[in-house]
Antibody, heavy 120, light 110 residues
């Protein structure tokens, strides 16, 4: 059974860079079939797609976040990572990583999520 | 920017049938948008229910079904149960590797 686990600081200061890692177990991140994505959910609000990456490093980003987001992959560690720069309180959210289906059209397996709070 | 629309809330009686929809602020939803559906209860990660319009994810009971109804994607729950009370989100594939979530529907079973 595929499992995903987010990790990283739970508190980030305004204007700094949020960094999270998703560790994949029970399967290979280098599988040619799947993309890997990041999604977030501000407290009490809906889900928002942040971006996706293929094991080769090819990325897609949400247009609204593109200028601040970088997603990377480390196949040797079976991990992929998210960096979001110049954060504000509006970036406070639960951040989820997920495996995406073929063609990156949907999400299959989800991590449990991690809350990141932006505050000084 | 295209907005994906969902009913903010819906209610259904236990044992009843409910259809939630997923539309576009401009245009019609077709299978080419690969609509997918997710269930989320408070404090939990989303659970994948349906992908590619009408394919159930592994372990999802056949009470949940997906379709295209008119110009929208639809999620139908038949024989609603108390633990179906959740938030439901749709996702549409917009092409060029991008997806968009709908705003979600809060379903009450009462």
């Amino acid at each position: 059974q595929l499992q995903l686990q987010e990790s990283g600081p739970g508190l980030v200061k305004p204007s700094e860079t949020l960094s999270l890692t998703c560790t994949v177990s029970g399967g290979s991140i280098s599988s040619s079939s799947y993309y890997w994505g990041w999604i977030r959910q501000p407290p009490g609000k809906g889900l928002e797609w942040i971006g996706s990456i293929y094991y080769s490093g090819s990325t897609y980003y949400s247009p609204s976040l593109k200028s601040r987001v970088t997603i990377s992959v480390d196949t040797s560690k079976n991990q992929f990572s998210l960096k979001l720069s110049s954060v504000t309180a509006a970036d406070t959210a639960v951040y989820y990583c997920a495996q995406m289906g073929v063609g990156a059209t949907n999400f299959d397996y989800w991590g449990q999520g991690t809350l990141v709070t932006v505050s000084s | 920017q295209t907005v994906v629309t969902q009913e903010p809330s819906f209610s259904v009686s236990p044992g009843g049938t409910v259809t939630l929809t997923c539309g576009l602020s401009s245009g019609s939803v077709s299978t080419g948008y690969y609509p997918s559906w997710y269930q989320q209860t408070p404090g939990q990660a989303p659970r994948t229910l349906i992908y590619s319009t009408n394919t159930r994810s592994s372990g999802v009971p056949d009470r949940f079904s997906g379709s295209i109804l008119g110009n929208k994607a639809a999620l139908t729950i038949t024989g609603a149960q108390a633990d179906d009370e959740s938030d439901y989100y749709c996702v549409l594939y917009m092409g060029s590797g991008t997806v968009v979530f709908g705003g979600g529907t809060k379903l009450t079973v009462l």
